[in-house]
Each structure stands twice: as structure tokens, then as C-alpha cells.
């Protein structure tokens, strides 16, 4: 596979036929591991300017998903290898819904589409969880906001104890 890279995290395909193997998912979690946020994407797509963004995303275990809503366009998640909490909250901060989402053999669900405007995040639970993202297109920083409610990354000692507050949530809601 033949792939520009962009910056530490943001690979792009350089094909018009992109194909991707298990080879070149290890190769994207070796990637992640070295990388400071644990994590890195492979845009499929042609350029920031196209109408459908699709990627195939590696998180590593204990990469930090700030709390995010896409604001006029669409999200879908489906699930490639390993294990995640698809976590939904309202405007304040509060879980509104968890999705203990798994690989289509995990009996947990594998995909999901958000289409309206509400944060969300994920909480990595294997060693790296890997999914296809689709999103609405043209790339638009003004069309996400970070809640407000959660520390900016980069902040790591906020990071640490928001996690581990989140990480009791789920531990309650599932015990």
C-alpha cells in the first residue's frame, strides 16, 4: 500500500483503488505505537475537499477520544478488530447511552451511525480497536466542537483523571 503522510497520525492512499490487508493493519498499529496519542488514520479519500470522508482508524489501549459533535453531518462507526464503549452524552457532561461495541464475532454491536448533533467518545478496552469512519465531507473544523465539559488534549494530568472518572461510570452502569 502506497501512502503519503501528512503528519504523525493522518496517512492519506495514494490509489484510486485502495485495498487494505491485515499486513497493513499491522502496519497501522505498529504506526499507533509509536505514536504520542496512540493513534493514526488512513484517509481512503482523495483530498479534504471530497463529499465523503472515509478512513480506517487505529486506536491503541488508553488513546484519549476527546468528547466531540459533528454539527450538521453525519458519523458512522463500524468495527474492524477489538473493543470499545461507544459513549453518547448530553450537552452537560452526562452519559446518555454507552455501546459496548465489538468485531462482527463478538456478539456486541459492530457499527453504528450517528445523525444527529451530540458528543461522543470512545473508551479503548483492547490492546487497539480499529473501524472504519465515514463522515460527511468537505473536511470543516467549524462543522465539530469539543464539549466543554472535557479537557483539550494535550492536557495530560485533566486527560488522566477525566478518563479515570469516565472509566467508574461504565464500571457502575455495567455492575
Not at 16 to 40: C, G, H, M, P, Q
Not at 108 to 116: A, D, G, L, V
Not at 145 to 165: C, M, R, T
Request: aromatic share 10%; proline share 3%; net charge negative.
Amino acid at each position: 500500500m502506497k501512502v503519503t503522510t501528512i503528519n504523525s497520525e493522518v496517512l492519506f492512499t495514494n490509489s484510486d483503488i485502495t485495498e487494505v490487508s491485515a499486513e497493513d493493519l499491522e502496519f497501522l498499529k505498529e504506526k499507533s505505537i509509536n505514536n504520542e496519542r496512540k493513534r493514526i488514520r488512513l484517509c481512503v479519500h482523495k483530498d479534504i475537499d471530497d463529499k465523503v470522508h472515509e478512513m480506517i482508524i487505529v486506536h491503541g489501549k488508553g488513546a484519549y477520544v476527546r468528547p466531540h459533535k459533528h454539527l450538521a453531518r453525519s458519523e458512522s462507526l463500524h468495527v474492524i478488530e477489538g473493543e470499545a464503549y461507544a459513549i453518547i452524552f448530553d450537552d452537560s457532561g452526562h452519559i446518555s447511552q454507552v455501546i459496548h461495541m465489538g468485531d462482527k464475532n463478538s456478539g456486541s454491536p459492530f457499527y453504528y451511525r450517528i445523525s444527529c448533533a451530540v458528543y461522543h467518545s470512545l473508551v479503548i478496552v483492547s490492546d487497539f480497536f480499529i473501524f472504519h469512519e465515514a463522515v460527511e465531507g468537505p473536511f470543516d473544523k467549524s462543522k465539530s466542537a469539543f464539549a466543554p465539559f472535557s479537557p483539550a488534549d494535550g492536557d495530560k494530568k485533566n486527560i488522566e483523571e477525566f478518563s479515570k472518572k469516565l472509566k467508574r461510570q461504565l464500571n457502575s452502569r455495567e455492575g
